[in-house]
């Protein structure tokens, strides 16, 4: 579920972006951002595995 957006949170964003950052730039920042929220809201809704979970999962040496 994606979170609803905070204009003031949203102007900041832009305002922090180099005067020649292109909208490509902006997306990532928003991407960057909204996936970092995600993943915190999956962490503390208990929505996690253990590092050895998925490097077993995946073949890789523990």
Do not use: C, F
């Amino acid at each position: 579920m994606t979170s609803k957006i905070n204009k003031d949170e949203a102007h900041k964003m832009v305002d922090q972006l180099p005067a020649d950052s292109t909208w490509g730039d902006l997306m990532r920042e928003i991407y960057i951002r909204e996936t970092i929220e995600k993943g915190l809201s999956d962490s503390y809704a208990g929505r996690t595995k253990h590092v050895t979970e998925i490097r077993k999962k995946y073949g890789l040496p523990e």
